[in-house]
Nanobody, 128 residues
């Protein structure tokens, strides 16, 4: 059974940092790409960054480039999202998702319909 379990969300002041974790199980990590998505009330679910489980290629949305860093530990089947310089507009539920096929690019890997498996999400709230 495929499982993606997010943790690390919470309340933080603007300018602060949080680190989200995603524990993946039930599939071959290296055959997939893992992405972080976020959704705030009334908004669509947007891709934030994603990472290839094969070669570690990453892609970021413009809204978080330079502030967020995605990384993975293939030995532990873990993916992390380090979020720095947080802004109130980063407030959202953050989801971890897995896509079969590890190839990602600037044009592929940040759309929610590309992903096959989803976690339950973790709330991130940034107070201004």
């Amino acid at each position: 059974e495929v499982q993606l379990v997010e943790s690390g969300g919470g309340l933080v002041q603007a300018g602060g940092s949080l680190r989200l974790s995603c524990a993946a199980s039930g599939f071959i990590f290296e055959n997939h790409a893992i992405g972080w998505f976020r959704q705030s009330p009334g908004s669509e679910r947007d891709g934030v960054p994603s990472i290839s489980g094969d070669d570690g290629t990453t892609v970021y949305s413009d809204s978080v480039k330079g502030r967020f860093t995605i990384s993975s530990d293939n030995a532990k089947n873990m993916v992390y999202l380090q979020m720095n310089s947080l802004k109130s507009e980063d407030t959202a539920v953050y989801y971890c998702a897995a896509m079969f096929g590890p190839e990602i690019s600037d044009e592929y890997g940040l759309k929610d319909y590309e992903y096959d498996y989803w976690g339950q999400g973790t709330q991130v709230t940034v107070s201004s």
